[in-house]
């Protein structure tokens, strides 16, 4: 089954530190991957997407993700954290499924920046 | 500007009423989807419609119910037969049919809470 794993639910950092964000993913064919970031009480926001070619792929906000087939990850990371950047971050995944193509989101990681 | 606009941002609703929630894109897309959010849970589907006139359950859409008339909206009813509708309900939007490459659009969210 299609499926998306973040295994830290709550990530804290001091800010100017460096970031990485685990993202697992179950998925038979080549996967169609996304990383959305969630302000408290709003929407996402797109990150940054791979679908296919090179595997390390830059998004908004300087934020970047490497796809490793041979891990089935698709880490997001950044080289210094920004006090703004506090959030909720979501992995998700383009399935199709019965001829209806749909996002499978993980359940999300909480980054929580000290000053 | 172009995007997604979800109202009311907050909605209470006492229990054994049903109550909708509206979702409307000036974006021309012709796929919207409806989630639920749970702290710790991530980003769960109720209901998905790919084109007008038509629509999909999704993995949790027991005591929802949606209507596609026009293409840019797509309202969520919560009926008296969810028994825990307290949540944050997303909307969200993506062009074409949905293809598996393209990035879906969020509205701000509405939080509905039971009282």
């Known amino acids: 089954a299609q499926s998306v794993t973040q295994p830290d639910i709550h990530i804290t950092v001091s800010e100017g530190a460096s970031l990485e964000l685990r993202c697992n993913y179950s998925?038979?064919?080549?996967?169609?991957l996304f990383w959305y970031v969630q302000s408290p009480g709003q929407g996402l926001q797109l990150l940054l997407k791979y679908f296919s070619g090179d595997t390390l792929v830059q998004g908004i906000k300087g934020f970047e993700a490497e796809f490793k087939r041979s891990q089935s990850s698709f880490n997001l990371r950044k080289p210094s954290v920004h006090w703004s950047d506090a959030a909720e971050y979501f992995c998700?995944?383009?399935?199709?499924?019965?001829?209806?193509?749909?996002?499978?989101f993980g359940t999300g990681t909480r980054l929580q920046v000290f000053p | 500007d172009g995007g997604i606009t979800q109202s009311p941002k907050y909605l209470f609703r006492k229990e054994g009423q049903n109550v909708t929630l509206s979702c409307e894109q000036n974006?021309?897309?012709?796929?919207m989807y409806w989630y639920r959010q749970d702290p710790g849970q991530g980003l769960r589907l109720i209901y998905y419609?790919?084109?007008?006139?038509?629509?999909q359950k999704g993995d949790i859409a027991e005591g929802y119910s949606v209507s596609r008339e026009k293409k840019e909206s797509f309202p969520l009813t919560v009926t008296s037969a969810q028994k825990n509708p307290t949540a944050f309900y997303l909307c969200?939007?993506?062009?074409?049919?949905?293809?598996?490459?393209?990035?879906?659009?969020f509205g701000q969210g509405t939080r509905l809470t039971v009282v």
């Open positions: 998925y038979g064919a080549t996967p169609y």
């Open positions: 419609s790919q084109i007008v006139n038509d629509f």
């Open positions: 998700a995944v383009g399935a199709s499924s019965y001829n209806t193509d749909k996002l499978i």
């Open positions: 969200a939007s993506r062009s074409g049919t949905g293809g598996l490459n393209t990035e879906a659009f």
């Open positions: 974006l021309n897309h012709d796929a």
